[in-house]
Every structure is written in structure tokens, then in C-alpha cells.
């Protein structure tokens, strides 16, 4: 789990703005997913990526979106950022083929005033 | 649907005592439910994880039981230590989904006194 990189690891934005959010993952695993955890709360799914292609989508409006780069890292956009968007985004790395483990990484924590 | 529900939302106990957090899930194709523990301002971190097809797993102080009959899980721990102290979190995935999407119990914090 120590392997999976999130970047940045604060952020600060204005309503309305946009904001992208970077994840690399375990060497060697081909997933990624990414979840919303709001403070003091579970996290919550939002997309999940295998081998570029995305295999599922949570219960979040179209602002949020997400991509998977040949060398598996991923990115996740949210456009148009509301006051509850707040939340420390994480994301979770796993190599699907062999078994259902998912490590997290340190997560974004992204701050919407 | 996929909700799970995780009991306690607290829990405080004496150090060297035991402690049990239980989930109960709706969707009967649950097949794999992990356990992960996070401090305070860090990453969820897996502990134990079981399978459908397993009843109980112990990993030295911890161990997880299942029923899939009546579809809940537990973790147990024992032995209690205040770094034990932390939130928990189960969860479940399924093959209704591509993918292994995990949803989650809402935490349960763990107060373990010195």
C-alpha cells in the first residue's frame, strides 16, 4: 500500500473551479479507483479504471470524470466545484486479475470555499 | 441494494480487552468483505479481508467472521493496545459489478484506554 502515490496532497479551491487530481499506483497493478471520503463518513465510490477502460461508476454527477494513462496512473476531474465537494479523495489501487485486495493511497485533501 | 450497516459508531474500551465491530450487507452477491483501519489524517488501510467461501480468518490478534446466511460479518479484536485506537471501516464487493467497487460501513471510532 505504501506504493500508491496521490498528488497534490492539499488543495484549495474557489466555487465554480476546476480541479484535477493525480494517482499512480502499485507497480505492477493495472486498477485504479477513486473514492470520496467526507469527514466523518465512509468513503464512497466514484470510478473505478482497468487497463484504461472504465469498469464502474458510482452516484456522482457527469461533473465528475476520470482517465487511466498507458502506464496505469490515473487522473480524476471535477468541473464546476460546489462547497460539497469538500472531501479527502482517495485513491485505491489493485491488480484485479489475481485478487480483490484494494490499497489506498495518502489521498488529496481538496478544500472548496 | 449494496448498503452497508456497521455497528457500533463508537467504541471504548480497557486496554487488554476485546472489541467487536459488526456489518450487516443486503446484496446476497456479496463475495469478498475486507476490513481497513485509518488514523487520524491517514489512508485507509486494509487489516484483514475475507471470502464468501470462508467462514473465519485470524491474522494473530485479529480475526473476522462471516455468515453469509444471514449476511453479516465482524471483526474482532483482542488483546486490545491503545495503537488499536482508530477508525474502522468495513466493506463489501460483489459480482454484480465489473470491477471489485467496494461500498462501505460508515466506521466504527475505537477508544482503547491506556
Redesign the interface.
Known sequence: ?AGVTQSPTHLIKTRGQHVTLRCSPISGHK?V?W?QQVL??????IF?Y?EKEE??R?NFPDRFSARQFPNYSSELNVNALLLGDSALY?C?S?S?TFT????????TRLTVT | GENVEQHPSTLSVQEGDSAVIKCTYSDSASNYFPWYKQELGKRPQLIIDIRSNVGEKKDQRIAVTLNKTAKHFSLHITETQPEDSAVYFCARTGSNNAGNMLTFGGGTRLMVKP
Not at chain 1, 466523518?40 to 465510490?45: A, D, E, K, S, V
Not at chain 1, 480483490?100 to 489521498?107: D, I, L, T
Open positions: 500500500d486498477s479507483s473514492y466523518g463518513q465512509g468513503p464512497q465510490f473505478q482497468y469498469r464502474g458510482g482517495l485505491a489493485s484485479l480483490y485486495e484494494q490499497y489506498f493511497g495518502p489521498g
